[in-house]
């Protein structure tokens, strides 16, 4: 394909100029436009790209508010909330065991913290965390809902210095970036020697991509810019100073869900709060157990899929090469 504006001029990975047209998509998930996007794949190296890339005026259009997540003070609020700690614990032993490993010392910066849950439970193992957020409203909710210490800005501005951090946690940031090279390379800068880079993203080699096609929520056109294969992620993070030592392919926050999402968009909880649909007290509550029901029959198939190293969702721990 060729005609312009519809394909980026040039791949970030391979410097490859040739596309290939995959598919085309709209904003399923939160409707926030019309607009129609494609999703390319590089001839040379086949990373994935949104085309054409949105302004970034464009793109802050794309993202609602309160995207993140803010615990409600009633008894379901309480109840979502229990739920977020419980999944997100995978995480959080993933982290703790990349820590454990390295002995390095310093604080864990957590890229794209949110309300800042994450660093929260961090800091009741002990680890000190500091989170960075694109947007004022969610750092502002980390101090507020959780304590948390956040500053904002863009990682190259992280209010840290060279090499002191023992982890840098980047949870679903490098496929919403456009550059996210210079998010890498900012994350090497930061880390101290043998400190450690998490990094969680949508695995485009899953099942649930080769089954569901654009239906996938990983694609999550048009916030997602990239679309990462497990090999995608070995090159770009080989290409900026960091050897792989672990991956994992299963997320119970992310990978059950992800399903449930991708299968039913218009029952997903944040979703139908973000589109502001119109729902009574009882539709609302039919509709978050039907939700619920689909997540948890969705489970065999995301642990089967997992297994399999096919999982809906990468995470990685990486250390800089020696
Ligand atoms: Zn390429």
Known sequence: MGSAGTTPGQCPACDGADFRLLFTASDRLYQTTS??????????????????????????????????????????????????????????????RALRESQESGPVLDVGCGGGLFLRML?????????????????????????????????????LPSGSCAAVTMFHVLEHLYSPRSYLLAAHDLLRPDGRLILQVPNAGCWQFLLLGSAWNGVDV??????????DLDLLLDSCGFEVLRRKYFSLRDNPAGLATSLAPSFEPVARRVRQDKEGPMTRLAKDLFYGVLVV??????????????GSTIMIEARKKT
């Open 35 to 96: 607009k129609r996007f494609h999703v390319v794949e590089c001839t040379q190296c086949r990373l994935m790209q949104l085309a054409p890339q949105p302004t970034p005026a464009d793109l802050e259009s794309y993202y609602p508010k309160h995207y993140w997540f803010t615990p409600e003070k009633s008894a379901v609020g309480r109840l979502q909330n229990m739920y977020r700690r419980l999944v997100l614990l995978d995480h959080v032993r993933f982290v703790d």
């Open 222 to 231: 048009p916030r997602h810019l990239y679309d990462f294969r497990p090999a």
């Open 123 to 159: 800091r009741d193992r002990w680890f000190h965390g500091i989170g960075l957020d694109y947007s004022t409203d969610a750092a502002r909710a980390a101090w507020t809902s959780n304590n948390a210490p956040a500053a904002v800005g863009r990682l190259s501005q992280a209010p």
């Open 297 to 310: 029959a969705a489970l065999p198939f995301t642990v089967i899929e997992a297994a399999c190293q096919a």
